[in-house]
């Protein structure tokens, strides 16, 4: 796991980040969870949510972050490999098909790794915590999101 901030995430300027490693990311401030999310690139992805990309505006976040830009710049972000999730895939069950499909979605010793199979794993991954943390700005997958701190709403 790297813990870094929006800062550094949108100059694309986190320390020892390798684009191939890190595909969950977790946006919070001390214990207050604001989101989960998935990207094969997550900083490519933080700068989607804030500026709008793929012919869309802000998300929901961007808007949120742009929002409180000011607070924002104190949030956190931890960025998390797969296998920094696993134990909580293997709470939550959201990964059924067995370790072997696991395996498959891990970079082998030349890197490579099957697509279908990273894809579903940063699904079980991005769900398992979504689960475990009830983030407040997350909807998919969330039945109960903690609600916003008042200062925030």
């Given at each position: 796991?790297?813990?870094?901030?929006?800062?550094?995430?949108?100059?694309?300027?986190?320390?020892?980040?390798?684009?191939?490693?890190?595909?969950?990311?977790?946006?919070?401030?001390?214990?207050?969870?604001?989101?989960?999310?998935?990207?094969?690139?997550?900083?490519?992805?933080?700068?989607?949510?804030?500026?709008?990309?793929?012919?869309?505006?802000?998300?929901?976040?961007?808007?949120?972050?742009?929002?409180?830009?000011?607070?924002?710049?104190?949030?956190?972000?931890?960025?998390?490999?797969?296998?920094?999730?696993?134990?909580?895939?293997?709470?939550?069950?959201?990964?059924?098909?067995?370790?072997?499909?696991?395996?498959?979605?891990?970079?082998?010793?030349?890197g490579l790794?099957?697509?279908?199979?990273?894809?579903?794993?940063?699904?079980?991954?991005?769900?398992?915590?979504?689960?475990?943390?009830?983030?407040?700005l997350n909807?998919?997958?969330?039945?109960?999101?903690?609600?916003?701190?008042?200062?925030?709403?």
């Open positions: 796991m790297i813990q870094t901030n929006i800062i550094d995430m949108l100059k694309l300027q986190v320390k020892d980040y390798e684009d191939h490693l890190y595909r969950i990311y977790i946006v919070h401030e001390d214990d207050v969870i604001f989101y989960v999310g998935m990207a094969l690139l997550p900083m490519n992805r933080m700068i989607e949510h804030c500026y709008g990309g793929r012919g869309k505006g802000p998300s929901h976040l961007g808007n949120f972050i742009r929002s409180f830009a000011e607070e924002a710049n104190n949030w956190q972000v931890d960025l998390l490999t797969l296998e920094d999730c696993k134990p909580y895939v293997d709470q939550y069950g959201t990964f059924s098909e067995g370790d072997e499909f696991w395996l498959k979605a891990l970079p082998d010793q030349n790794r099957d697509g279908y199979w990273l894809t579903e794993a940063m699904r079980a991954a991005e769900g398992a915590l979504i689960q475990h943390y009830h983030p407040c909807i998919a997958g969330n039945p109960n999101p903690m609600p916003l701190p008042e200062r925030y709403r």
